[in-house]
Structure formats: C-alpha cells, structure tokens
C-alpha cells in the first residue's frame, strides 16, 4: 500500500496477556518509529530503528515491551503482561528513502489502540 | 530538560478571524521544529517544518530562537482546518529524528 499500515487497529487484552502490534511501513523506508500516545497527551518516543537494526530504544517504559524489525520492512511491537497503564495508541511512523535526502518528515500510520482490562 | 509546550489544550474561534497556536520549546542545542496536524478521524500529518519557512494551507510559524517559540498563524481560520495541532521537535544531527511533542491544542473553528 502507499501509507505506513498498522494492525490490528482496536485490541483489547486480560492483565496479563500478552499482545503483539504490527507495522508495515512505507516501501523503501529506512526509518521506522513507535511511539506511545496515552489519552490526552502528545506522542512519546519508544524505539528507532535503521533498517533492521534497532538503534535506540530509551523510550521503552519497561522490560515488558520488546520490539523487531529482522528485515527491515515490517516491524512488531510486542507488549508481555500487559497491564492497565499500558492502555494507549500504538503509532509507528516510517521515513527516509534511501538515496535522498533525511527531511525529519514523519509518516504515521492510523495506530493500533489497546486497552487493557 | 528538552520540552515542548503547548498551552492551551483548546483554542475557538470563528469563521474567518485570525488563529495562533503557541508553541515554546526548550532545547540545548539547535533544534528543528514541525508543527503535525490531525483532521478527525484521519492519521497525523505533518503540516509545516520550520527549516522549509512555506505556508501550507495558509498557515505560517516563524523560529523565533530568542523566545524559544514557533507559533502557528493564520490570518483567516476556516473550518475545515478544526483539528488537532502538534508542535514538536527532533535535534539536526544524525538520523534518529525522534521528536519530543507537546500535548497539542484543539482547534475549533465556529461557524
């Protein structure tokens, strides 16, 4: 597709459960983003990667949340025992095709919402 | 502390009068900055970044590195641009752009 695609849209989870949001990001692009955006708040930084290669993860709250990109397309972001505060929208964003310039422009896509019960 | 601030979670005005959206910042270093916008129900968008200094959709936001701000302005509202508004910021150097935001402000524009 054209846009970066995220699934599932809507999840709802038992504390506990474990859940795994994905993200298929713009054709081509380098950089893939997670961000975490709780109600009425703005968008927070969880992991960056390059490619396949996950180059920071300082936004990561807590062991429980663990993210991949093994080849550098699409990228999972995987949340064990989940608990209440983890309830939020999930967004991951892509940018920057190989060979031109790095702009800072973000592509977000619709984000995956979880509650957790 | 990297931080950006958006005071006013809600901003209404009407048809056609001027809006500005508030935006400061605060940075160690030279920072760029975007303002994002989403319309309902649609996903977030970027709408402006500094460096490029366009308008898009007849809205502008000047640097203005003293005041550490990068308001948005529009002379004319309408109502279609009744959306949430981010301003956000990512540090120039290498290529994790990750950016710090605000907590955004609604913008209601009435009839």
């Known amino acids: 597709g054209a846009g970066v695609s995220q699934s599932p849209r809507y999840k709802v989870a038992k504390r506990g459960q474990d859940v795994a949001l994905r993200c298929d990001p713009i054709?081509?692009?380098?950089?893939l983003f997670w961000y975490q955006q709780a109600l009425g708040q703005g968008p927070e930084f969880l992991t960056y990667f390059q490619n396949e290669a996950q180059l920071d993860k300082s936004g990561l709250p807590s062991d429980r949340f663990f993210a991949e990109r093994p080849e550098g397309s699409v990228s999972t972001l995987k949340i064990q025992r989940t608990q209440q505060e983890d309830s939020a929208v999930y967004l991951c964003a892509s940018s920057w095709k190989q060979g031109q310039p790095n702009t800072g422009e973000l592509f977000f896509g619709e984000g995956s919402r979880l509650t957790v019960l | 502390a990297q931080r950006v601030t958006q005071p006013e979670k809600l901003l209404s005005v009407f048809k056609g009068a001027p809006v500005e959206l508030k935006c400061n910042y605060s940075?160690?270093?030279?920072?760029?900055l975007f303002w994002y916008v989403q319309y309902s129900r649609q996903r977030l968008q970027l709408l402006l970044r500094h460096i490029s200094r366009e308008s898009i959709k007849g809205f502008t936001a000047d640097l203005n590195k003293g005041e550490t701000s990068f308001h948005l302005k529009k002379p004319f509202a309408q109502e279609e641009d009744s959306a949430m508004y981010y301003c956000?910021?990512?540090?120039?150097?290498?290529?994790?752009?990750?950016?710090?935001w605000g907590l955004g402000t609604s913008l209601a524009v009435n009839p």
């Open positions: 940075y160690s270093g030279s920072p760029e």
């Open positions: 054709s081509g692009h380098v950089s």
């Open positions: 956000a910021l990512s540090g120039r150097a290498g290529n994790n752009r990750k950016l710090i």
